[in-house]
């Protein structure tokens, strides 16, 4: 069954570093999103990208996040410069889009910890 | 008020109990409506989606009440492996892509 994979699993990293999560979305699909869950508390929504451009960000996708779809397969999460707040489960989906907005697709996330 | 709004539980029950779950959403522009089930630790997944005149898969039933922002879903039977917490998710308005996640409900079904 298709999947999204999404590396590392898990990042260790130092206030004010730059992190970069990658993912590699179902192969056909053609919408991609960013999702955080810190812990406790609710999946939220980062970023949607469809036709290598932004589509929709929410207020906590600010400047230090960025999105990058490199090539034909990855699909990149950028952080430039790393706050404790941002220690967090970040999630990668892809949707096919062909019924709107359909079934989202998840990676199993990278933990994300900032000291 | 919450964009999504979900009792969080737990809800303890034994098994082959009938267990009901609901969820209000405050943005009446909604037009796509989910339950996910995310099991600890791990990355939500698709339970169902939610259609208008209702709709069931196997044990699980999903309704719809545009007018109250209201959706609820009924689990039949509950397995061991029901356990979980239960994200209700709507769009964030209409034509969006963005899904907005309630904080779930979290269910125990117990021997």
């Known amino acids: 069954e298709p999947e999204v994979t999404q590396t590392p699993s898990h990042q260790v990293t130092q206030m004010g570093q730059e992190v970069i999560l990658r993912c590699v979305p179902i192969s056909n699909h053609l919408y991609f999103y960013w999702y955080r869950q810190i812990l406790g508390q609710k999946v939220e929504f980062l970023v949607s990208f469809y036709n290598n451009e932004i589509s929709e960000k929410s207020e906590i996708f600010d400047d230090q996040f960025s999105v990058e779809r490199p090539d034909g397969s990855n699909f990149t999460l950028k952080i430039r410069s790393t706050k404790l707040e941002d220690s967090a489960m970040y999630f990668c989906?892809?949707?096919?889009?062909?019924?709107?907005?359909?079934?989202?697709?998840f990676g199993e996330g990278s933990r994300l910890t900032v000291l | 008020r919450k964009e999504v709004e979900q009792d969080p539980g737990p809800f303890n029950v034994p098994e082959g109990a009938t267990v009901a779950f609901n969820c209000t959403y405050s943005?009446?522009?909604?037009?796509?409506f989910f339950w996910y089930r995310q099991d600890c630790r791990k990355e939500p997944k698709l339970l169902m989606s939610?259609?208008?005149s209702g709709n069931e898969d196997g044990r699980f039933t999903a309704q719809l009440n545009r007018a109250s922002q209201y959706i609820s879903l009924l689990i039949r039977d509950s397995k061991l492996s029901d356990s979980a917490t239960y994200l209700c998710v709507v769009n964030g308005k209409d034509s969006s892509y963005k899904l907005i996640f309630g904080s779930g409900t979290r269910l125990l079904v117990r021997p």
């Open positions: 943005n009446s522009a909604s037009q796509s």
């Open positions: 989906a892809s949707s096919a889009g062909q019924v709107f907005p359909g079934e989202l697709f």
């Open positions: 939610v259609y208008s």
